[in-house]
């Protein structure tokens, strides 16, 4: 693992999971690597129980991560990687938050009604909602989501948290919409001569798991 996503979903993530791949940083693990192969669960089902993993097993041949459940425990792969640069990816918390609130939060409560079918990518399989309600909503929300100045507070503990520990030459705090010249600086890798890669906006993320498109605000 030469890179450790430690940035909340809904901040580019899928974009930057594509972006790691094209300069080397490849594969990088990301929630949807779980909805597409739910063999990869156990560990991370285990690590939701309080269970100690062994990391350097559980994401070998992994590159890189971003997104949940990576993010979630960080701080064990930076133990584990000490050397690894760490990467937080931020966004606007409004826009964090409504992004957030439409995709990921309603694709769970509608996966607790039974409706979520998916579409161009598997509906998650029940035991993987099960760690995502347990790792993200019930973990790091403590089923307190839905009262938007507590996310908030845990985003701004969860960013400070990071900032504070690990050492300013192996941390970028990146935003996706600077594209690719700091992250490249970052990594020392040259910049692709391709634009940086934008995926997964809301609509799309609707669209991939079958759901109905988002109300206008």
């Known amino acids: ?18 972006a790691l791949e094209l300069i080397g940083y490849g594969p990088s693990f990301h929630m949807i690597d779980l909805l597409r192969d ?17 990391w350097q097993s559980a994401l070998e041949g ?5 997104d949940w459940p990576g993010c979630t425990y960080w701080e064990q792969h930076f133990e584990t990687w000490p050397d690894a640069k ?18 990921i939060f ?10 979520l079918r ?4 598997n509906a998650p399989e029940p035991e993987v909602m099960r760690m995502i309600n ?11 989501f839905l009262d938007k100045e507590y996310a908030f507070s845990v985003f701004d503990a969860h960013v400070a948290d990071v900032t504070e520990k690990v050492p300013a030459d192996q941390l970028l705090v990146f935003e996706v919409k600077q594209g690719w010249e700091p992250l490249c600086e970052f990594l020392e890798v040259p910049v692709p001569d391709v634009p940086f890669p934008r995926l997964n906006d809301t609509a799309s993320f609707r669209a ?3 759901m109905p498109a988002a109300a206008a605000a």
């Open 118 to 121: 998916g579409n161009t990518e």
């Open 208 to 210: 991939m798991l079958g």
């Open 1 to 18: 693992m030469r890179l450790i996503g430690a940035g909340y979903g809904r901040t580019g993530t899928m974009s930057l999971k594509a």
């Open 134 to 144: 347990d790792i993200i909503w019930n973990g790091t929300f403590h089923g307190r």
């Open 106 to 115: 309603e694709a769970k409560e509608m996966a607790a009604r039974g409706e």
């Open 62 to 66: 992994w590159g890189s991560s971003v």
């Open 86 to 103: 760490v990467l937080l990816n931020v966004r606007d918390k409004e826009g964090w938050y409504r992004s957030c609130l439409t995709t």
């Open 38 to 54: 739910p063999s990869l669960l156990p560990p991370w089902a285990r690590a939701a129980a309080g269970e100690r993993i062994d």
